[in-house]
């Protein structure tokens, strides 16, 4: 699909997708509204509870790779160590990517290297960089296979209006199936249908205040 880059209101760019008339990240910001959902309402949330712990992060959703570069900068601002498994069905090529110019709008001058090495590492296989080791898959969260279970997960799958199959019970209860015991699964999604199914399906449910621009976004724990 054609994709165009717009700049959002903190400054930091994202893509634009006519056909879904749908963006990557919030009109209202992309590092802002990552940065609060993912990383202080998911990952931060995560080590606060489970102190010396390194976390196994899964993201459903690579997309510009920005999650993944601000949870990189969190673990090792933290001095933490972490594995990192993201799923992308529709991955952006390399000119895509050096398209967005992420790079001028990126926080933490000293890590942004990590930007470009994780756009550029293989499909498939692992890149480990101080004691982050961070894998990418290209394919299909539906119907891939997954052995690990993870602690954190980003849900970032595109709207419901866009992606409709990616918010019903059995992406869902995948998501479920792949937590440990005590993980935390979190989106910056609040729809109705959505709180409803991951309460049926097990989860003790979190509304939470939303990043600008939205006035709610959902966390959900899996029991123990």
């Known amino acids: 699909m054609k994709k165009k880059k717009i700049i959002t209101e903190d400054g930091s760019p994202s893509l634009y997708l006519e056909q879904l008339n749908e963006t990557y990240h919030s009109k209202n910001g992309a590092i802002t509204e990552s940065d609060y959902v993912y990383i202080n309402e998911g990952l931060a949330y995560w080590s606060n509870q489970n102190k010396q712990m390194s976390p196994k992060i899964f993201e459903m959703g690579l ?18 160590s972490c594995e990192y498994f993201a799923v992308e069905k529709y991955p952006l090529s390399l000119k895509e990517v050096k398209s967005l110019d992420m790079q001028d709008a990126l926080p933490d001058s000293d890590h942004k290297h990590f930007f470009d090495q994780l756009h550029k ?16 898959i290209e394919g299909d969260f539906l119907t891939l296979d997954f052995d690990n279970q993870f602690d954190v997960l980003y849900y970032d799958a595109f709207g419901y209006h866009a992606q409709p199959e990616m918010w019903h019970e059995a992406a869902l209860q995948k ?13 910056y999604c609040a729809k109705g249908s959505v709180r409803r199914i991951l309460e049926k399906i097990g989860f003790c ?17 899996k029991k123990v």
């Open 205 to 221: 449910l979190e509304r939470l205040e939303g990043p600008p621009g939205k006035k709610e976004m959902l966390r959900a724990i």
């Open 63 to 80: 997309g510009t790779g920005l999650n993944a570069y601000l949870s990189y900068v969190f673990v090792v601002d933290y001095k933490m």
């Open 175 to 187: 998501c479920h199936d792949i937590l440990s015991p005590g993980g935390v699964w979190v989106s």
């Open 121 to 136: 590492a293989d499909w498939g296989l692992s890149l480990l960089k101080k004691e982050f080791l961070f894998k990418k």
